[in-house]
């Protein structure tokens, strides 16, 4: 009998950390019978035992099988369905693919070592030729290769340097011209990650100016006495101060139709 506590007192043990209903309700059980055995002796209760714990230490050998861990990440990546990438000449769509992959990293709090697997399991055609061999190139050196290293690679590949330069002769360059606020702020922030200098926080302050110094002069005016230097806020005010310059330029070219309506001479 004491043989028979010590091994269900060892699993309850592993069995608390895992916090798993099934688990705990077959423990519980036994426990229960282990009791009445103390009380009232008996084989059947004996041979029920024996199976819950054979039972027990089958369902903890399945919660320790790696392969089925990589299942179910590999599961819950592809329930947020990720594009797939082929390759070609592509460089928007090869950033664009990028983040989106680690926009699903994020919301799975996917651990480092997990993401290249997870990440590359979605190239196809070109693209999944062209990683087998890098992958062969890089596994010569002998190093561990991480997701990282894989978006060194990649973008060597899809997204080259004279691409990039372009990104940043363009982004440097920018202004809202015809563009609305919303309109700007989208290609401002699309184009300036290109440009590493202004995504880091001791350049906040830089990138609200390079942002307002490329606003239609009269919005510019309007909000520029008040040195905004949160991105957030920056575009937040300018957005309202080009909405409302279109409703007042909208009602004001409404009331001079309806005073030149008024002004023509009856036929």
């Not at 390079?210 to 937040?236: M, W």
């Not at 909405?243 to 005073?259: I, L, P, Q, T």
Request: aromatic share 12%; glycine share 6%; proline share 3%.
């Amino acid at each position: 009998m004491d043989r028979w506590a010590i091994q269900i007192l060892r699993l309850e043990h592993l069995l608390y950390f895992r916090k798993s209903t099934r688990q705990l309700l077959l423990v519980f059980g036994v426990r229960r019978l282990a009791t009445t055995l103390s009380v009232v002796p008996c084989l059947f209760a004996l041979m029920v035992i024996a199976e819950s714990l054979a039972t027990l230490t089958h369902l903890l050998a399945r919660g320790d099988d790696p392969a089925r861990d990589g299942e179910k990440r590999f599961d819950r990546f592809l329930k947020h369905k990720p594009s797939f990438f082929v390759g070609g000449f592509n460089p928007d769509g090869a950033v664009k693919w990028v983040e989106e992959v680690e926009i699903i990293f994020y919301a799975m709090e996917c651990a480092n070592e997990n993401k290249l697997a997870l990440g590359t399991y979605v190239l196809r055609e070109e693209a999944n030729q062209w990683w087998k061999n890098a992958k062969l190139r890089l596994g010569e050196r002998g190093v561990v290769i991480t997701w990282e290293m894989f978006k060194r690679e990649f973008f060597n590949k899809y997204f080259r340097a004279d691409v990039k330069n372009k990104k940043v002769v363009e982004f440097m360059k920018l202004e809202q011209g015809n563009m609305s606020v919303a309109e700007y702020a989208a290609k401002f922030e699309s184009l300036c990650a290109f440009s590493p200098h202004y995504n880091t926080p001791e350049a906040k302050n830089d990138k609200c100016v390079k942002f307002e110094s490329g606003l239609l002069p009269d919005i510019k005016h309007i909000i520029g006495f008040a040195e905004i230097r949160n991105f957030t806020t920056l575009v937040a005010k300018a957005r309202i101060c080009d909405e409302d310059g279109k409703a007042k330029s909208n009602y004001f070219k409404a009331v001079r139709g309806k005073s030149q309506d008024r002004a023509k001479p009856n036929s």
